[in-house]
Every structure is written in structure tokens, then in C-alpha cells.
């Protein structure tokens, strides 16, 4: 292989902060919107589980039962987009050594962090329409709801899972995030007030499920989309694991 | 090699590992268009030494300049101007190897075209498969693409050859000779002596953290008891009368039966002894030839044992 002279010559220099960012957001989005695995996660089970709520009537839910549904699925894909999905995806790109790739080349280290959770931000964006409209289709009407609680409480599940989820994958060894991310999953999903209200559960259980982000945010978003203003225990409970797991991330995720 | 103009200076470096050193008082120094290469076997702190470079790793104790910066930190401005080869891994698992080389290429400011880096490096036919699918030869070829996108000033590359096939270890090595070539200066890690005899311009063999020794590959390969003489003849002569004749400092032996070695510095006069020595006993030297040392034969008299790779 001969290379014609000048092939090389350094032109050393930072591209576009904008376009690096983007770049890398569109990249993490279509890298987990790709994978299989994620995507029975993100997106195939909230929709079987969004339909099969609403239309089987083994959970006790209150009518409409597509709005209520829609609270129960939603919760259920931020948390798999934001900690299950993340942690383990965090878990397998430290393996990876992808973060040392990025961190060696011009990119700042926080456009790092920003364009991984603007990936996680988007497949949100993506998992709220493709399930809104489902429901929709499926008698939800969205005027009955409080739209500015359910961004808020949109954005602060995300925040609160992503950090926990940061906090897992950043640390852990990847099989063991993989394994952890999943078992904790299912049992949020069960007992952590997701597809079963906290108030159908036991009562030490209730309690407890109150003060878990699964069960503040699937509270929080039942009550929200039926027109209601979801109680200040539940933002609160939200903001504090998002604090408290973002802060002990920020000092125990290594990028290897 | 060295001054203000240097692309890469350390002096005295020294990393430790839970208080054992990894690297133990290294100096390197590197010009722009020169090619660096460090020479050990495996664990002798090779990738230690590149990371401190790339600001990847903190050092305990000793100086580092890269570009003229201090690389602890990384900081932004000076990871613009290198490019970063490690050794395995650095794409996400399900990342295309197009993409990969895109996202790259997306963070600096002049980058070459990927399109035409992943043809040239023979990626083309898997430029739509998935990280974790490629070859590990594969995978070896896209971080050295990711490495040089960006038309960097100075190239780290870690074991860049260590899984290729003989062709891919050519184009590697017709890459670097483009590099430095074209004025950018290459650090590059390896235990193969061919690679550094054939690419590097100044070698440093280091082992357990140290350099043992450094110099140009034919400085390193001439020093010491640098020349020996084979030949073949007959087996069992007796060699008394050509030890005799043969100037200070030379031996001569017979390692196996039929085959024999001079060893010291060879000169045109112990040449023409041994020749004349052999007419004089009525047999034919065959095959006779002044070899130099190879690479190999210094780094395994410095490290003093079989390579640990």
C-alpha cells in the first residue's frame, strides 16, 4: 500500500462542539433502539403490557382503564430505558473501553456525559409518542390529563433511574450490572408499585413502594393523566433519589 | 532529539501500582516525523508509560511533555493534537465500524475522509458490522483508523500489529512509514523486534519499568560482541592453529558438528584468516557468512528470558 505524500500532514484541531454532541446523541439513540434485547425491554413489553391492561381486566385498575394503563406503562419504560437499559448498556461500553476511546480524542468530557444522556433523553421522547399513541387508539384522551405534571414527572423519573442506573453500570463489573439491572427490573415491575398500585399491596409493602422511584412515578403519573395533581411526596421522593444516586455517581463511576 | 521542538519528552517517570512500580525513572524523547518504539515484553510497562502520555494515567514522580504540554488532566486543547490507538477495545458493542470511524471523525476539526480511511484499511466489506462481531484483526484496523482521522501531530499506537495477519501487519507498517513521512510523530509499543527494527528510527527497550537500553536499531544491534562468522566444513577439525592466528578478542568454536562460529568483531583480516586457514587444512568453508546480531539476540540478552507474550 503506497500513500501519495501528504496524506497525512497534521491538521490537528476540535471539530464542532454542536455537531459532536449531535452526533453522538443520534448514534446512542439508534445504538439502543437497534438492540434487541433493549428494545423488547423499552418498548415491545410497555406496549403488549399497555394494551393487554386495558383490554384484559386482570389487574384492578380505575376507569378509563387506557388512561390508567398509560401511567403503568410509562413508568414502566422510563425505567427501562433509564436504569435497566442504561446500566447495562454503561456496563458493556466501560467493558468496552469505548468511554477511554472518547475521552482520548478532542471531545470535552461533558459532551460525553451529555450525549449519552441525550440518547437515553431521546429514546424516552420516543418510547412517550409511540405509547401515546397506542393509547390514544385505544380510548386514552389526553385533554383529561395534567400535561405539565406528566412532562415533569417524565423528566424527573428519567433523571431519577438514570442516575441510579448511572450509578450501576458505572460501577459494577458488566455481568453483574447485567444480572442486577434486569432481577431489579422484574421486581419493581411486580412489587415496587408499577403494574400493581401501592394500594393493592400489602401495607409495610405500600410504604415502602411510596418511597421507590418506581412506585412515586407510576403514582405520580396515574394521577397526573387522570386529571389530578400528584401528591408533593412523590416529586420529592423523585428529586432525592436523583440527588442522592447523581451524587454518589459523580464520585464512584469510573470510565473503564 | 530533544529541545523545545520535541514532540514527546519524559524524564524520570515513575508509576507505581499499589507501591510496586510499573514504570521505574523512564526517559523518552521523540521528534516530529521520527518514529518512537518501545521495546519490551509483556508487563514491562509499555501501556503504562503510553497512557501517562495520553493524560489517561497520573504519574507518581518525573517530568512529561507532550506537544509541549503537561498531558496530566487531558487537557482538551492538547487531546486535539494526538491521536489514540489502545490496545483492544474503544467502540461501543453494537457500533458499525462506518460509524465508529464517523463519531471519531466528528471531533476533530480537519478530519481524512472515513469513507476513504475504512476502504484503505480493508474494513470496507465489514463497514456495517457490529463491533462486537469484527475479527479481533478487525477491531485492530478501526482503532487504528479512529487513531489517525483527525490528522493528528502525534500518534500513540499500543501493540498496533499484535493480532494482524502478515498483510495486515504490512499495511500497518506502510501507514506509519506514510506518517512519519508526512511529518507526524509515532509512539508505538511492541515485543516484535522485526517491527521496531523495521519501523523505528530510535528504539527503547524497557523491561520491569526501566530502559535496558536504547539507540537506533543499528547502533543497538552493532553494539557489544556485534559481528559472528559462520561457515560449514568438515566435522571435528582441529581449530587450535586457526585460534592462534586469529586476532585478540576472537573465538572461535565448533557449536555442532560440522558447523562453525567466530565470534568478536569481524574485520576483512579475520575473514581472510579463516579463509586461508581452511585452504591451508584442504577443505572448503561452505556457506560461509558474517551475520550481525539480530534485534532479538540484544533483547533477550537484556531481558534474560524467553518472551512473555
Known amino acids: 500500500m503506497t500513500f501519495s505524500p501528504g496524506t497525512f500532514t497534521p491538521a490537528p484541531g476540535r471539530g464542532q462542539l454542536g455537531r459532536m454532541l449531535a452526533t453522538q446523541v443520534v448514534l446512542e439513540t439508534k445504538l439502543a433502539l437497534r438492540q434487541g434485547e433493549q428494545v423488547l425491554l423499552t418498548l415491545i413489553i410497555p406496549l403488549a403490557l399497555l394494551v393487554g391492561l386495558t383490554l384484559l381486566r386482570v389487574v384492578p385498575l380505575p376507569e378509563p382503564r387506557a388512561t ?10 422510563i425505567m427501562s430505558t433509564a436504569f435497566t437499559s442504561q446500566a447495562i448498556s454503561l456496563g458493556f461500553d466501560r467493558r468496552y473501553g469505548v468511554l477511554r476511546r472518547l475521552a482520548a480524542t478532542a471531545v470535552p468530557r461533558w459532551l460525553i456525559v451529555c450525549g449519552r444522556l ?15 399513541v397506542v393509547a390514544i387508539a385505544l380510548g386514552w384522551r389526553p385533554g383529561a390529563g395534567s400535561p405539565g405534571w406528566v412532562c415533569l414527572l417524565i423528566v424527573l423519573g428519567t433523571a431519577a433511574f438514570g442516575a441510579v442506573g448511572v450509578l450501576l453500570g458505572g460501577t459494577l463489573r458488566a455481568e453483574l450490572t447485567l444480572a442486577v439491572a434486569n432481577v431489579v427490573w422484574f421486581v419493581l415491575l411486580f412489587a415496587g ?4 398500585p401501592a394500594a393493592a399491596l400489602p401495607g409495610p409493602l405500600a410504604t415502602v413502594v411510596q418511597l421507590l422511584p418506581s412506585g412515586a412515578l ?15 411526596g412523590h416529586v420529592v421522593v423523585l428529586l432525592v433519589w ?15 | 532529539m530533544s529541545g523545545s521542538a520535541g514532540a514527546l519528552e519524559v524524564r524520570d517517570l515513575v508509576v507505581r501500582y499499589q507501591g510496586r512500580p510499573a514504570v521505574d525513572g523512564l526517559d523518552l524523547d521523540l521528534a516530529p516525523g521520527q518514529v518512537l518504539a518501545l521495546l519490551g515484553p509483556n508487563g514491562a510497562g509499555k501501556t503504562t508509560t503510553v497512557e501517562v502520555c495520553e493524560g489517561l494515567r497520573t504519574r507518581d514522580a518525573g517530568q512529561v511533555r507532550v506537544l509541549g504540554t503537561d498531558p496530566a488532566g487531558a487537557p482538551d486543547a492538547l487531546r486535539a493534537r494526538i491521536g489514540v490507538m489502545p490496545q483492544g477495545g474503544g467502540a461501543y458493542p453494537g457500533v458499525r465500524v462506518r460509524e465508529m470511524v464517523g ?50 501531530e502525534l500518534v500513540f499506537l499500543d501493540e498496533p500489529t499484535a493480532s494482524l495477519d502478515p498483510q495486515g501487519r504490512r499495511l500497518v507498517w506502510d501507514l506509519v512509514r506514510a506518517l512519519r513521512a508526512d511529518g507526524v510523530a509515532v509512539l508505538l509499543t511492541t515485543h516484535l523486534m522485526q517491527e521496531a527494527e523495521t519501523l523505528a528510527d530510535h528504539i ?39 585460534a592462534d592466528a586469529l586476532p585478540e578478542g576472537c573465538t572461535v568454536s565448533e557449536p ?26 584442504g577443505v572448503l568453508a561452505d556457506d560461509l557468512r558474517v551475520a550481525r546480531r539480530s534485534l532479538e539476540d540484544v533483547f533477550l540478552e537484556l531481558t534474560g528470558r524467553e518472551l512473555r507474550s
Open chain 2, 204 to 242: 527503547v527497550i524497557i523491561d520491569h519499568g526501566r530502559s535496558v537500553a536504547e539507540g537506533s536499531p543499528d547502533t543497538l544491534t552493532a553494539a557489544g560482541a556485534d559481528r559472528e562468522l559462520r561457515f560449514r566444513a568438515a566435522a571435528g577439525m582441529d581449530l587450535r592453529l586457526l
Open chain 1, 118 to 132: 441525550g440518547g437515553m433523553a431521546a429514546v424516552v421522547l420516543v418510547q412517550v409518542v409511540v405509547l401515546a
Open chain 1, 193 to 196: 408499585g408499577v403494574l400493581v
Open chain 1, 242 to 256: 436523583t440527588l442522592v444516586a447523581g451524587g454518589v455517581a459523580t464520585r464512584t463511576v469510573r470510565w473503564s
Open chain 2, 103 to 152: 463519531l471519531v471523525a466528528t471531533c476533530s476539526a480537519n478530519p481524512l475522509d472515513p469513507d476513504w480511511l475504512v476502504e484503505t484499511l480493508g474494513l470496507a466489506a465489514c463497514a456495517r458490522k457490529p463491533y462486537k462481531r469484527l475479527s479481533v484483526g478487525q477491531q485492530q484496523r478501526l482503532a487504528l483508523a479512529c487513531a489517525v482521522v483527525g490528522r493528528p
Open chain 1, 218 to 232: 407510576a403514582e405520580g403519573l396515574r394521577t397526573a393523566l387522570a386529571g389530578g395533581t400528584p401528591s408533593l
Open chain 1, 68 to 77: 390508567s394503563a398509560l401511567g403503568t406503562v410509562l413508568a414502566l419504560a
Open chain 2, 256 to 281: 555442532s558438528a560440522g558447523s562453525y562460529l567466530v565470534e568478536g568483531s569481524i574485520d576483512p583480516q579475520v575473514l581472510s584468516t579463516v579463509t586461508s586457514w581452511c585452504a591451508r587444512q
